[in-house]
């Protein structure tokens, strides 16, 4: 195989950079002055307002304020932003785009390695990848908000109808079968089909978008959002096929026979974890993929409108601290929940879920237990939950993942009164294409196993990525797997008949 692009490409980075219009713009504010210039604050609706219904919670840049804040970037000559972004998104191209007014053609430049940009701009953890490489933040601890950019960059070309479809390459005659139509599996979509490559996802259920439909609530990311960039992809000449689930509608053995010649397996990570704690199936015990999928796939919260019937709680508690069991709470609390807690085993410094989903739940009411582990769940006279027994923790050592060790205490058991509890401690790979794909190579969790280098399987032609193969992984990590496979799949398909 040939030799696989580097990602990001800092000469051709350099070589816009270079630009006389990019020049005159970096003299144009000495970089003291951008330095000074306060980050700009989006404006996010009244937590006490918010709290009640699923609208979006954040509200956008204006045009003024995301022209202010490109101002705060430096055009740096090394652009280490670019490193954090698994896309390799040209960041301080289209942040000076933005500087100068030129919102679509920003969008555009964007859309060049990303064409997700309105969902990664809500949904991303930019704080942690681009944002946390930003010089601005080694310097004054304080980012550039490419997140909030790319959000209000995307928002502007949808909303001004100025969205361009670009040129794509002659069609090769090659047909990819894409399996599952989340963040990773609508990647590869829409960079082999820009390819010229005949490319059809099968996606198992009846909307499109993966855990972006079944797992994140619309107050986070709103379905039309979500629709509008599927609908870009699809004028890319991307096929989706809905309702069509790979290893029972047919395998991929079968669609090999109907001509396919190269596949990328991105089903996901939906078998909810379980604690296998005393009381565990009680009524009033969900998993948060169960629950979460009621509200936000098949939109309980619009109950009756929506025959989703969904058991509210006055007492609601949610077991977990990552960004699932942020979402759960939080739509439980919207739900009508007196009392919504999240229940974590360590404490707030070890929580994986993002800062602002934090801040925002704390906000809108929700209580925090940390160091708390629940071991047992009572139930009552109907067979419902009502009390849930806890052990206070103390953290040791770290562990395997580098935080300290939860470790409980003993005789310190509590209960605690709900009547709604939502499991969210993590979810396992889907096993259903391992199961029905002779020869494919399995981790010890069930993760596909693949060459990091290209995404691809033990079995040729064969590529994976995102949760299927990291267990667990956020949304741009998932579209990151997403390129590198396209990549390695146009290579494959280029050299297929000539070996």
């Known amino acids: 195989m040939e ?23 970096k003299k144009a504010i000495p970089v003291k002055e951008r330095m000074k210039i306060p980050r700009q604050k989006m404006p996010e609706r009244e937590h006490d307002v918010r709290n009640k219904d699923f609208f979006e919670v954040n509200l956008g840049l204006s045009p003024d304020q995301a022209v202010e804040e490109a101002r705060r970037c430096l055009d740096c000559p090394n652009p280490f932003c670019v490193i954090g972004c698994p896309v390799a998104i040209d960041i301080p191209s289209f942040i000076k785009l933005i500087e100068i007014g030129k919102f679509s053609e920003a969008a555009r430049k964007i859309k060049e390695t990303n064409s997700l940009p309105a ?15 930003c010089i601005v933040f080694k310097s004054t601890g304080v980012s550039v908000a490419i997140g909030n950019l790319e959000r209000f960059v995307a928002d502007w070309e949808r909303e001004k109808e100025e969205i361009l479809i670009p040129q794509l390459a002659n069609p090769t005659g090659k047909r990819v079968a894409i399996v599952g139509a989340g963040p ?23 909307k499109s978008g993966g855990v972006l439909a079944y797992g994140i609530p619309e107050f986070r990311l709103p379905k039309r959002i979500l629709d509008a960039e599927v609908d870009y992809l699809k004028k890319l000449g991307v096929e989706i096929l809905n309702n069509f689930v790979v290893g029972r509608t047919a395998t991929i053995d079968d669609l090999k026979k109907e001509g396919y010649e190269a596949f990328f397996i991105g089903s996901g990570a939906g078998l909810p974890t379980f604690m296998n704690a005393e009381g565990e199936n009680l009524n009033g015990i969900y998993s948060a993929n169960e629950y979460l999928t009621r509200i936000n796939l098949m939109r309980a919260f619009e109950f009756p409108n929506y025959d989703t019937p969904l058991p509210k709680g006055k007492r609601v508690a949610v077991i977990g601290g990552g960004n699932t069991a942020m979402d759960s709470v939080r739509s439980a609390k919207r739900l009508g929940a007196e009392w919504a807690a999240i229940v974590y085993r360590r404490t707030r410094k070890e929580m994986p879920a993002r800062v602002e989903e934090v801040k925002h739940a704390e906000e809108e009411g929700i209580e925090f237990l940390f160091l708390t582990l629940p071991v047992k769940f009572i139930e009552d006279e109907r067979g419902w939950v009502k009390e849930m027994e806890c052990l206070r923790m103390e953290l040791g050592e770290p562990d395997a993942s580098g935080r300290r060790r939860p470790i409980p205490i003993k005789g310190s058991e509590f209960r605690i009164e709900v009547d709604l509890v939502i499991n969210a401690v993590g979810t396992s790979p889907n096993p259903l294409i391992p199961q029905t794909t002779k020869g494919i190579e399995v981790g010890k969790w069930g993760t596909i196993k693949v060459d990091f280098n290209t995404m691809a399987t033990s079995i040729e032609g064969i590529y994976a990525g995102g949760d299927i193969v990291r267990g667990g992984a956020t949304v741009i990590l998932a579209m990151g797997d997403g390129r590198m496979a396209a990549y390695s799949i146009d290579l494959y398909l280029k050299n297929k008949n000539s070996r």
């Open 3 to 25: 030799e696989k692009k580097e990602i990001p490409r800092f000469d051709d980075l350099k070589k816009e950079a270079q630009k006389e219009w990019r020049k005159e713009l």
């Open 119 to 133: 969902i990664c701009g809500r949904v991303c953890p930019q704080e942690s990848q681009c944002e946390v490489q």
């Open 184 to 206: 990773a599996g609508l990647t590869v979509a829409g960079e082999l089909s820009k390819k010229g490559h005949s490319v059809t996802v099968f996606e198992a259920l009846h």
